[in-house]
C-alpha cells in the first residue's frame, strides 16, 4: 500500500530532477510509517462496499479525514461526490481522483476482513456487494496522499483537489458531479488530474505511458418486446428469450468478424432479464451489455452491429415496427 501511494505523490510533486530521489525516498519513509493506519483504513473500507451514489459512508470517511487535516471540504455533489481542497500560494491546480463505488459480486475470497454486506438496488433488488475492482484501495491512496501532501507543504506551491467520485462501475459518476455543478460550486478547474487504478502487477510499480492507457466504455440495455403466452403453446407467440439468447451468440460476431485483428475491443453481456415461470413465455426480454473500446471507428463499428442484429432478428420474427429492440 505505502509503495503505491509514494508513487502517487513522485507524481503529483513537482520536483527538479536532482531532488526527485531525495523526495522519492522520503515519501516512501513516510508511506511506511503510515503503513499500519493505512492498511486498517482498506480492511475496514473493503468490509463496508457501498454502490454507486450510495457511498454515504465512504465519502463521510473522506470527508472526516481531509477536514481534520485542514482541507476545505465540499460534500453532496451527485448525492455522495466529496471533494477536498488545499490552497498552498501561487502554482498549478492539481487533482488526483478516487473512485468509491463497489461491484454487485459476492465475495467468496475467505479473507478474514471478506465483506458479508447486502444493499439494494435502485429496482428494489437485494444483492451482495464487494470491492471486486479495488476502489477501497483507490480511496486508501487518497487518504494516504492527502497526509503527506500535508507534512511535505514547504516542498511544493500551488492547489490540490482531491477528489472522491460515485458510481464509476455504472459509468455515470463523473460526469453526474460535473453536471451538479462541481466547478460552479467552488471545486478549482484543474490543469493536471490524475487517476490511478488497481492492475495485477508487482507491488510499487507504476504503469504508464503515450497515448490511451484504458478504453473506452458504453453501457447498453437492448430489450426484445415480444408476444408472451403459456409454454404449452409457443407457436402462437413471439418469444423474447429466444430472440435474446440468438442475440447474444451473434454479438460476438461484430468482434470476430467485423473488427480487425490489430484492434482491440470487448463486447460482454452482463445480464438477461426475463420471464419469471416455468411454463410462460414473457412478452419482453432485456439484455444488458458492456462495451469496450479504443476509438470512434471500433465503437461506431460496434454500436451499427449491435442495431443491425437486434433489427435482423425483429424481423425474422415478424415483429411489427413498434416492438423492435430498444437501445
Known amino acids: 500500500m505505502e509503495k503505491r501511494i509514494a508513487a502517487v505523490l513522485i507524481l503529483l510533486l513537482h520536483t527538479s530532477s536532482s531532488l526527485q530521489a531525495q523526495v522519492a525516498k522520503q515519501i516512501k519513509q513516510m508511506a511506511r510509517a503510515d503503513s499500519v493506519r493505512l492498511v486498517e483504513t482498506y480492511k475496514d473500507l473493503h468490509q463496508n462496499p457501498e454502490l454507486g451514489f450510495m457511498e454515504v459512508r465512504t465519502s463521510g470517511i473522506i470527508a472526516k479525514e481531509l477536514k481534520a487535516l485542514g482541507f476545505e471540504v465540499i460534500t453532496g455533489i451527485a448525492k455522495t461526490g466529496v471533494v477536498g481542497i488545499l490552497k498552498n ?66 516542498q511544493w506551491k500551488g492547489t490540490l483537489v482531491l477528489l472522491g467520485q460515485p458510481a464509476e462501475e455504472p459509468l455515470t459518476g463523473a460526469m453526474a458531479m460535473v453536471s451538479d455543478k462541481m466547478y460552479e460550486r467552488g471545486v478549482p478547474i484543474p490543469d493536471y488530474l490524475f487517476g490511478m487504478h488497481t492492475w495485477p502487477i508487482a507491488v510499487g510499480t507504476i504503469i504508464n505511458g503515450i497515448g490511451e492507457r484504458a478504453a473506452g466504455s458504453d453501457q447498453l440495455d437492448v430489450t426484445f418486446n415480444g408476444v408472451g403466452g403459456h409454454g404449452s403453446t409457443p407457436e402462437v407467440t413471439k418469444d423474447p428469450i429466444v430472440m435474446a439468447c440468438n442475440a447474444v451468440v451473434q454479438y460476438q460476431t461484430i468482434i470476430s468478424r467485423s473488427i480487425a ?55 425474422a420474427n415478424g415483429l411489427p415496427k413498434k416492438s423492435t429492440p430498444l437501445l
Open 261 to 315: 485483428a490489430q484492434d482491440v475491443a470487448v463486447l460482454t453481456v452482463g445480464a438477461i432479464h426475463a420471464g419469471a415461470d416455468n411454463n410462460v413465455i414473457p412478452p419482453s426480454a432485456t439484455v444488458k451489455l458492456n462495451l469496450r473500446w479504443f476509438t470512434e471507428k471500433t465503437r461506431n463499428v460496434l454500436l451499427e452491429g449491435i442495431k443491425n442484429i437486434n433489427d435482423g432478428i425483429a424481423i
Open 89 to 154: 500560494g501561487d502554482g498549478p491546480i492539481v487533482m488526483y481522483r478516487a473512485d468509491m463505488d463497489c461491484n454487485s459480486v459476492k465475495e467468496i475470497t475467505g479473507l478474514p476482513y471478506a465483506s458479508t454486506r447486502t444493499m439494494k438496488k435502485e429496482d428494489g433488488t437485494e444483492v451482495p456487494v464487494m470491492h471486486a475492482c479495488g476502489h477501497d484501495a483507490h480511496v486508501t491512496w487518497l487518504l494516504g496522499v492527502a497526509k503527506i501532501m500535508v507534512a511535505l507543504k514547504d
